[in-house]
C-alpha cells in the first residue's frame, strides 16, 4: 500500500516529493491578503507621508523577492523558475485596510501557490515593517490561494471570489 501523505517517505520521515516525471505545464496562482490599521495611519501611506518612504512600492518589491525565494524559506517547497510575478495592492479607508493581491505564474513541473501566498505575506509584513512608527497594532489576515491554475489538480477559484484583473 502506497503511503497517502506525499511529503513522507516509508518511515514516516518528511521528504521533499519528486516531481521529474510530471509534465512541464504553464501555471498560474492568485494570493490576496490584508492589513489592517487605523485610518489615518492608511492615510498617511496614501498620501507619502509615511516617514520610512513609500510603503506600497517597497513592499511590492518585497513580495516579488519573497515569491522568487519561497523555495529556500519553505523546507519541502521546490525552487522554481518563475516567470512572471506582480504585487499590487488596493487601499481600502472605508475598513482601514490595505488589500494586498499577488500573482506568481511559471512554467514547470509544480504550481506557485506557495510562491504567490509567500509573496503576499511578505508585503504585508513589509507594510506592518514600514509603519509599526506610527502604528503596533496593526493587524494581518485573511491570507489566502484566490485561484490556482495548470497541474494534474486543474483549476481551483475560490468560491466568492474574483481576482484583480491582471495590471
Not at 518612504?53 to 518585497?62: F, H, M, N, S
Not at 510575478?85 to 481600502?92: G, H, I, L
Not at 501566498?117 to 509599526?132: E, F, G, N, Q
Not at 485561484?147 to 495590471?167: C, D, M, N, V, Y
Request: net charge neutral; charged share 25%; aromatic share 2%.
Amino acid at each position: 500500500m502506497s503511503n497517502p501523505l506525499t511529503h513522507l517517505d516509508t518511515k514516516g520521515q518528511a521528504r521533499m516529493v519528486d516531481v521529474g516525471a510530471k509534465a512541464v505545464t504553464e501555471r498560474m496562482a492568485v494570493a490576496r491578503g490584508r492589513v489592517l490599521m487605523s485610518k489615518d495611519t492608511l492615510s498617511l501611506i496614501i498620501e507619502g507621508g509615511m516617514p520610512k518612504g513609500d510603503v506600497l512600492a517597497v513592499a511590492r518589491v518585497a513580495g516579488i523577492m519573497a515569491a522568487k525565494q519561497t523555495g529556500s524559506l519553505i523546507p519541502l517547497c521546490h525552487p522554481l523558475p518563475v516567470s512572471a510575478v506582480s504585487v499590487d495592492f488596493r487601499p481600502d479607508p472605508e475598513a482601514g485596510a490595505v488589500e494586498i493581491e499577488a500573482r506568481v505564474k511559471t512554467v514547470s513541473q509544480t504550481g506557485v501557490e506557495m510562491e504567490a501566498l509567500t509573496a503576499v505575506s511578505v508585503a504585508a509584513l513589509t507594510i506592518y515593517d514600514m509603519c509599526k512608527a506610527v502604528e503596533r497594532g496593526m493587524v494581518i489576515d485573511k491570507i489566502r490561494l484566490i485561484e490556482k491554475t495548470g497541474g494534474r489538480s486543474g483549476h481551483f477559484l475560490r468560491e466568492g471570489e474574483q481576482p484583480w484583473a491582471e495590471s
